[in-house]
């Protein structure tokens, strides 16, 4: 058989393999790929000065074949067995057939060795296929990572900042199979304004996404903005957690506040399933050790861990901390909408700094939260607001009272009525 000569081909694959991180078999089959590109631009090349043009698909039937031990490659073509020939790049004669395989039959398929001269394969080919290598190694890298981070998603990980684009910081992450490192995309909504993103800094980033494709931005999307990064924090911090003795049940993370003026604040509700253990104390470690590095990390974030509780009301409570509640009220458990009673004193301590407190609660419990001084509920127990049904039956008396309305007037305002939703509020 013939073959095409790449003196040096064994320590191509070698350095290609070591410098790309690749396996051998992968830049074998880029190498294929690209071989296989490049003798394809020959055939077109050589058929256009004919005046002769492929399809798209004309090469589909041909395979390119490496051959290590000899250094050089073939070119294949599988044919059909046919009586007579009108395409000879994918049909063959029988009658040539029969005169190295007497067994063959009229449809058969037959590989045929279709390899050029040496002196044939041309710069032009030659450089098609070093472009396609290029791209068939970048395409394999891809590949490579999506295979070794998919699994890595939801976790931490550890990156470096190398440069800016836009308003995105492109990091690097160390592979597990070596050089060269992994870019990863930290996008400005996942940044973090406390974080000071200068060149060679590194952070822990939580692991969004692997982005799928061949497109050029970087595949590994990050993030320090995501509550999963606080969890994988403590769950680091907290032997407890891998123990399966302490469990965060729910958690509610504000990384950039609205208002400038405001700091980056979670707040994590815990649970424990040994009653020896208090989960709140195991979170924050002794002189709070375990909390202080999660903080520390986080550039200073302030963190409430609270007890999770079955029952709402004391859950609520708890969540509302540092405030002290005096009584939490379950206005309508199918809503979720509770009422919390507290001193006078408390009361920005509950709220917090433009609301941050009770949006945090509200978002941990999933519960609406309507926030009142002890002096305005006792004056709303004296003048207790209308029920919605009330509120129905008292403006039905008043329309009729004002204007009954007769079947005339009903059917001629019957094309001008149109449907509202009114949502009637709690005082």
């Given at each position: 058989?013939?073959?095409?000569?790449?003196?040096?081909?064994?320590h191509?694959?070698?350095?290609?393999?070591?410098?790309?991180?690749l396996?051998?078999?992968?830049?074998?089959?880029?190498?294929?790929?690209?071989?296989?590109?490049?003798?394809?631009r020959?055939?077109?090349a050589?058929?256009?000065?004919?005046?002769?043009?492929?399809?798209?698909?004309?090469?589909?039937?041909?395979?390119?074949?490496?051959?290590?031990?000899?250094?050089?490659?073939?070119?294949?073509?599988?044919?059909?067995?046919v009586?007579?020939?009108?395409?000879?790049?994918?049909?063959?004669?029988?009658?040539?057939?029969?005169?190295?395989?007497?067994?063959?039959?009229?449809?058969?398929?037959?590989?045929?060795?279709?390899?050029?001269?040496q002196?044939?394969?041309?710069?032009?080919?030659?450089?098609?296929?070093?472009?396609?290598?290029?791209?068939?190694?970048?395409?394999?890298?891809r590949?490579?990572?999506?295979?070794?981070?998919k699994?890595?998603?939801g976790?931490v990980?550890?990156?470096?900042?190398?440069?800016?684009?836009?308003?995105?910081?492109?990091?690097?992450?160390?592979s597990?199979?070596g050089?060269?490192?992994?870019?990863a995309?930290?996008?400005?909504?996942?940044?973090?304004?406390s974080?000071?993103?200068?060149?060679?800094?590194?952070?822990?980033?939580y692991?969004?996404?692997?982005?799928?494709?061949?497109?050029?931005?970087?595949?590994?999307?990050?993030?320090?903005?995501d509550?999963?990064?606080?969890?994988?924090?403590?769950?680091?911090?907290?032997p407890?957690?891998?123990?399966?003795?302490?469990?965060?049940?729910a958690?509610?993370?504000?990384?950039?506040?609205?208002?400038?003026?405001?700091?980056?604040?979670?707040?994590?509700?815990?649970?424990?399933?040994?009653?020896?253990?208090?989960?709140?104390?195991?979170?924050?470690?002794?002189?709070?050790?375990?909390i202080?590095?999660?903080?520390?990390?986080l550039?200073?974030?302030?963190?409430?861990?609270?007890?999770?509780?079955?029952?709402?009301?004391?859950?609520?409570?708890?969540?509302?901390?540092?405030?002290?509640?005096?009584?939490?009220?379950?206005?309508?458990s199918?809503e979720?909408?509770?009422?919390?009673?507290?001193?006078?004193?408390?009361?920005?301590?509950?709220?917090?700094?433009?609301?941050?407190?009770?949006?945090?609660?509200?978002?941990?419990?999933?519960?609406?939260?309507?926030?009142?001084?002890?002096?305005?509920?006792?004056?709303?127990?004296?003048?207790?607001?209308l029920?919605?049904?009330?509120?129905?039956?008292?403006?039905?008396?008043?329309?009729?009272?004002?204007?009954?309305?007769?079947?005339?007037i009903?059917?001629e305002?019957?094309?001008?009525?149109?449907?509202?939703?009114?949502?009637?509020?709690?005082?």
């Amino acid at each position: 058989m013939s073959i095409v000569r790449l003196p040096g081909l064994n320590h191509l694959i070698e350095e290609i393999s070591e410098s790309h991180s690749l396996s051998t078999n992968a830049v074998q089959e880029a190498l294929r790929e690209a071989l296989f590109k490049g003798y394809e631009r020959f055939r077109r090349a050589k058929e256009t000065n004919l005046n002769h043009f492929f399809s798209e698909d004309y090469f589909d039937n041909f395979r390119v074949e490496l051959d290590t031990d000899e250094e050089g490659f073939r070119v294949l073509a599988f044919k059909i067995v046919v009586e007579t020939v009108e395409n000879s790049d994918h049909e063959i004669s029988l009658v040539e057939v029969m005169e190295v395989n007497q067994e063959v039959r009229l449809g058969d398929e037959m590989v045929v060795d279709v390899t050029p001269e040496q002196k044939d394969f041309g710069r032009m080919a030659a450089i098609q296929t070093k472009q396609v290598l290029q791209q068939k190694l970048r395409d394999q890298q891809r590949i490579m990572i999506q295979s070794e981070f998919k699994e890595l998603e939801g976790t931490v990980l550890t990156a470096k900042v190398q440069r800016f684009e836009r308003q995105s910081v492109i990091m690097t992450i160390q592979s597990a199979y070596g050089r060269p490192e992994v870019e990863a995309e930290l996008p400005r909504s996942e940044q973090v304004s406390s974080d000071n993103y200068r060149a060679n800094a590194s952070f822990k980033v939580y692991l969004k996404k692997v982005r799928e494709g061949f497109q050029k931005a970087p595949q590994l999307l990050v993030s320090r903005a995501d509550a999963g990064l606080v969890v994988y924090l403590f769950a680091n911090e907290v032997p407890e957690f891998e123990e399966g003795i302490v469990s965060i049940v729910a958690i509610s993370r504000e990384a950039n506040p609205m208002n400038r003026n405001l700091t980056a604040r979670t707040k994590i509700a815990v649970d424990s399933n040994d009653a020896d253990v208090d989960p709140v104390g195991a979170c924050i470690g002794a002189r709070g050790s375990r909390i202080q590095a999660v903080v520390n990390e986080l550039k200073g974030e302030k963190i409430d861990v609270i007890r999770w509780s079955e029952d709402p009301a004391e859950y609520i409570a708890n969540a509302l901390s540092p405030a002290r509640i005096d009584q939490v009220e379950l206005l309508e458990s199918d809503e979720r909408h509770a009422r919390v009673i507290l001193a006078q004193n408390q009361l920005s301590l509950a709220i917090g700094r433009d609301g941050q407190n009770v949006r945090l609660a509200a978002r941990l419990t999933g519960w609406r939260i309507d926030i009142v001084s002890k002096e305005e509920y006792a004056e709303l127990r004296k003048n207790p607001p209308l029920s919605s049904q009330n509120r129905e039956v008292i403006t039905q008396k008043v329309m009729e009272e004002v204007a009954p309305v007769t079947p005339e007037i009903e059917e001629e305002l019957a094309p001008l009525t149109v449907e509202t939703d009114v949502n009637y509020e709690e005082e």
